[in-house]
């Protein structure tokens, strides 16, 4: 259980659109040793990155129970930019339903301010949000970054780069 209070209880869908490096399992595809709805099947013996991992919403308590990854089909994660919204491959457009496309638009007014993130990841897609607009940056890749192009706080565009050219 979590400080929160919560637990997964019925939910794997982490266990469906995570990668875990250890298993090389690919984000989108149903771990090998997953039990759909019901667990882990190796739960005692599951990878470091597992054990390490919990979505915002069970950690969270000022996420709503509609964003239980099991209802939303959206799993909630952060990253050094900001936060990440991992749909189901199943349900690609879950994120454009109410509340939870009026709810991302309102993290991404107040994540343009503190130079924040909000990106939609469907399979290997990436759209990033603004509270104007999306950008669609289609499949980025484990050595590509988001690049943003500001005016004052405002993102303008964005495009994808190497991460090595952004080295130099």
């Not at 454009?96 to 469907?122: H, K, N, Y």
């Not at 988001?146 to 994808?160: C, D, F, K, P, Q």
Request: glycine share 8%; proline share 7%.
């Amino acid at each position: 259980m979590t400080a929160t209070g919560r637990q997964c209880g019925d939910c794997t869908l982490c266990c469906k659109v995570m990668a875990i490096e250890e298993l090389a399992k690919p984000a989108s595809a149903w771990c090998p040793h997953c039990a759909p709805g019901r667990g882990c099947r190796i739960y005692p013996d599951r990878p470091a990155e597992c054990r390490t991992f919990s979505c915002v919403w069970l950690v969270n308590e000022l996420l709503e129970e509609h964003w239980k990854p099991s209802r939303s089909k959206l799993v909630l994660t952060t990253s050094e930019d900001g936060l990440e919204v991992r749909c189901d491959p199943g349900f690609p457009d879950a994120w454009r339903r109410e509340p939870f496309r009026g709810e991302l638009r309102e993290w991404a007014i107040s994540g343009e301010t503190l130079d924040m993130t909000v990106v939609v990841i469907v399979g290997q897609r990436m759209t990033l949000l603004t509270p104007e607009r999306e950008f669609d940056l289609g499949i980025v890749g484990p050595d590509e970054r988001i690049v943003r192009e500001l005016v004052g706080t405002r993102v303008v565009n964005a495009t994808v780069t190497k991460a090595s050219d952004l080295e130099r």
